[in-house]
T-cell receptor, first 113, second 119 residues
Framework: LAKTTQPISMDSYEGQEVNITCSHNNIATNDYITWYQQFPSQGPRFIIQGYKTKVTNEVASLFIPADRKSSTLSLPRVSLSDTAVYYCLVGARSGGGADGLTFGKGTHLIIQP | EPEVTQTPSHQVTQMGQEVILRCVPISNHLYFYWYRQILGQKVEFLVSFYNNEISEKSEIFDDQFSVERPDGSNFTLKIRSTKLEDSAMYFC?????????????????FGPGTRLTVT
């Protein structure tokens, strides 16, 4: 499993764009990068997944450089409700398909008014 | 939007007692998972389940733990003889067979969790 490193915490303000970078120097060829979000006392929630270049959905964008040794989750125009822990996960789908996810400590994002 | 449900939301039990945590996965999902999160710590994978058998389990999932799909809708986690260190939030998750995420790990949908307190 590729080890990931991300900041323990970040602060920002409402209306700002927030970028959270995750390092994964040992990413393997068949690994994907997945981000989950967790609010206090709730289960994690999938945000976005990508393999290379850029992926965008209605919630976020994921930027992955050509060497894939890092990735950046971009949250446009954050609000107070985006205060949560954000997890970067790196791994591949196994042949069996029932893949247990390995969570790190994540980045605690705090949005202020 | 379909969601994973879990009951109870909070369970208090005495050390040595058996507990059963219940989950109703999303109806068309066929992969099921249990995770736990000790207060202030990271989410830890326990076990995955597919086609009525365990697909993968972590070293945390020892002989004290078992999982079952007793009917077409429920998925349960049993802890046979609870210990103080089993106190945690337990999350159930499910994922579908065919994923919209081509190639990568399947998107997992987590329930709201059951807070287990062992006294």
């Amino acid at each position: 499993l590729a080890k990931t490193t991300q900041p323990i915490s970040m602060d920002s303000y409402e209306g700002q764009e927030v970028n959270i970078t995750c390092s994964h120097n040992n990413i393997a060829t068949n690994d994907y990068i997945t981000w989950y979000q967790q609010f206090p006392s709730q289960g994690p929630r999938f945000i976005i997944q990508g393999y290379k270049t850029k992926v965008t959905n209605e919630v976020a964008s994921l930027f992955i450089p050509a060497d894939r040794k890092s990735s950046t989750l971009s949250l446009p125009r954050v609000s107070l409700s985006d205060t949560a822990v954000y997890y970067c996960l790196v791994g591949a789908r196994s042949g069996g398909g029932a893949d247990g996810l390995t969570f790190g400590k994540g980045t605690h994002l705090i949005i202020q008014p | 939007e379909p969601e994973v449900t879990q009951t109870p939301s909070h369970q208090v039990t005495q050390m040595g007692q058996e507990v059963i945590l219940r989950c109703v996965p999303i109806s068309n999902h066929l992969y099921f998972y249990w995770y736990r999160q000790i207060l202030g710590q990271k989410v830890e994978f326990l076990v995955s389940f597919y086609n009525n058998e365990i697909s993968e389990k972590s070293e945390i999932f020892d002989d004290q733990f078992s999982v079952e799909r007793p009917d077409g809708s429920n998925f349960t986690l049993k802890i046979r003889s609870t210990k103080l260190e089993d106190s945690a939030m337990y999350f159930c998750a499910s994922s579908e067979v065919g994923s919209r995420l081509a190639g990568g790990p399947k998107e997992q949908y987590f329930g709201p969790g059951t807070r287990l307190t062992v006294t």
